[in-house]
């Protein structure tokens, strides 16, 4: 049987398959007006609250892609339960949000990482998880319906020490 299958084999003519390719995007995606504000560059500071006072006047995350630093696991003392276990060999931090108003928050992220929305001590429940329009630099988004307030968002589990995040809220 083996001698017929190599026989068979030998015949057969052969086939490449070629690696399939990354799409190719243009200089600028096209963002709805929403996410408009993903295009223009800011800088934050996250809170690790080693010492952080979490209470005190940070400045909020808002809609602009904003680049955040993280800090390792074992510096961090998040403001609410996780619903992530955090991993010891990645980042991680927080950051206020203020909603002016009630409506549907988006945040964006342009890495994989796990994220809580806290208010109160409290996880707000996400409504909508996925991606960004394709070629815009926008890895995760996911929504949750917010009234007007401050809230922490949690960073967990982000592969590297920086994320670009951006919290913007519509009707």
């Known amino acids: 049987m083996r001698i017929i299958a190599m026989t068979v084999a030998a015949g057969l003519p052969a086939v ?5 390719t990354a799409p190719s995007c243009p200089a600028a995606a096209a963002l ?12 934050g500071k996250t809170i690790y609250a080693y010492g952080d006072d979490l209470s005190a006047d940070w400045s909020p995350l808002g809609a602009a892609r904003t680049a955040l630093p993280l800090h ?9 339960a996780t619903g992530q276990r955090p991993d010891v060999h990645k980042f991680g931090g927080m950051i206020p949000i203020e909603t002016k108003r009630r409506g549907r928050l ?8 796990w994220i809580d929305l806290v208010q109160g001590g409290a996880v707000v429940k996400s409504v909508a ?4 329009p394709a070629c815009s630099g ?3 988004m996911v929504e949750y319906d917010v009234t007007q307030g401050r809230y ?14 951006m919290a913007v809220l519509r009707d």
């Open 138 to 140: 926008i890895r995760k």
């Open 72 to 80: 390792r696991f074992e510096s961090l003392r998040y403001g609410g």
């Open 16 to 20: 490449a398959f070629a690696a399939p």
């Open 129 to 132: 998880h996925g991606h960004g």
């Open 32 to 43: 709805p007006g929403e996410l408009a504000g993903w295009s223009r560059d800011a800088s």
């Open 106 to 113: 988006i945040v964006a992220l342009d890495a994989g990482a």
């Open 152 to 165: 922490l968002l949690q960073i967990v589990n982000a592969p590297t020490a920086s994320i670009h995040a």
